[in-house]
């Protein structure tokens, strides 16, 4: 067996004006509550170390900026100590964040922080950019302007194996961002690369008809079931179509009295199902204890792609 503690740190609520000293230590409390229950990989939501501010137009430039991290995350001030608390357990996470390059570009990113040799592994910038540039008309409508504040990621799909977890053997990791769930294209990249373990944070409005183009007359409640149904349809879909783990993290709860995020934090096994879930819509660690090795029988049956997949057939989907 290639086993690995793994856990899902879902933070409640943040709000815009919430200290970032105050989000730090929720998120130093998640970690360290996830490693005494032995966890060796954590997993943090999107834009971690702040509320979910596309939602909002900010027009005020040093407002906007606060929102993002400039520099090196591991040893930046403001993000600093996570990492170091990372590192003196022994435990990887894997974290969301604004990120502003030295020369002026912002990305939605997603970072694999490897404790044992207090580096960082891996870096995606999200790909799929959900939303408007141009706030919506309706005062009351929940903008989600991502367009606005981040580039299309430019680094692709990219898995990466992890040294000295499940006993040396190396895991395939990859990362996503929230709405790239969505995409099987998104999946499908990571899934030929032999990916195992898909770690996907995420901020999904619980209700926002303007922005799915759904009902307006829809009840919040109604609506949030319909976005929690479709986060596990795609998340459990997609992993066993690939045969592989997936955890995925929520920031959740209600943001500025007025701002319902989904929760359903999960950690789905290879065959699609769920092996645990977030009880709360609060700040709460999601643990499992996991096998590799399940993911065996559907990268060898199944979906073994190298014998059933039919190439020729696909080019519609790249534009050919
Ligand atoms: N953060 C993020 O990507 N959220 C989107 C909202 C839906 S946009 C129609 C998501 O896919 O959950």
Redesign the pocket.
């Known amino acids: 067996p290639r086993k690995i503690k793994i856990a899902a740190a879902q933070v409640g609520t943040v709000h815009r004006t919430s200290p970032r000293e105050e989000t730090l230590s929720r998120l130093l409390q998640l970690l360290g509550d996830a490693a005494s229950q032995g966890a060796e990989v954590v997993l943090f939501p999107?834009?971690t170390f702040t509320t979910?501010f596309?939602r909002y137009l900010i027009e005020d430039e040093a407002e906007l900026q606060s929102f993002f991290e400039h520099g090196d995350v591991a040893t930046a001030p403001n993000t600093k100590p996570l990492f170091d608390k990372a590192r003196e357990l022994g435990v990887d996470i894997s974290v969301g964040l604004g990120e502003a390059t030295e020369d002026g570009q912002h990305f939605?990113t997603s970072i694999y922080y490897h404790s044992k040799t207090g580096s960082i592994l891996s870096k995606y910038r999200?790909i799929?950019?959900?939303?408007d540039f141009e706030p919506f008309k309706d005062p009351n409508a929940v903008n989600?302007l991502?367009k606005r504040y981040f580039l299309p990621g430019n680094l692709g799909f990219n898995a990466f194996r992890v040294p000295k977890l499940a006993s040396n053997s190396e895991p395939i990791f990859g990362m996503m961002?929230?709405?790239?769930?969505?995409w099987p294209e998104a999946w499908r990249c990571l899934g030929l690369q032999g990916v195992e373990v898909v770690l996907c944070g995420?901020?999904?409005?619980g209700f926002?008809p303007h922005?799915?183009?759904a009902d307006v007359s829809q009840t919040p409640e109604a609506a949030e079931a319909d976005?929690l149904f479709?986060?596990k349809l795609t998340m459990q879909s997609n992993s066993y179509m690939n045969a592989t783990f997936s955890v995925c993290a929520a920031r959740c709860g209600m943001d500025d009295d007025k701002y319902n995020l989904?929760g359903g934090s999960c950690i789905i096994d290879p065959e699609g199902k769920i092996l645990a879930e977030a009880k709360t819509k609060g700040d709460e660690v999601v643990f499992a204890e996991i096998d590799l090795d399940a993911c065996r029988q559907g990268k060898t049956r199944t979906f073994d792609f190298a014998r059933h997949r039919r190439v020729e057939h696909y080019g519609r989907i790249v534009g050919q």
């Open positions: 999107e834009t979910f596309p939605n999200k799929h950019l959900p939303g989600q991502e961002i929230c709405n790239d769930r969505r995420y901020n999904t409005a926002a922005l799915w183009g976005a479709h986060h989904i």
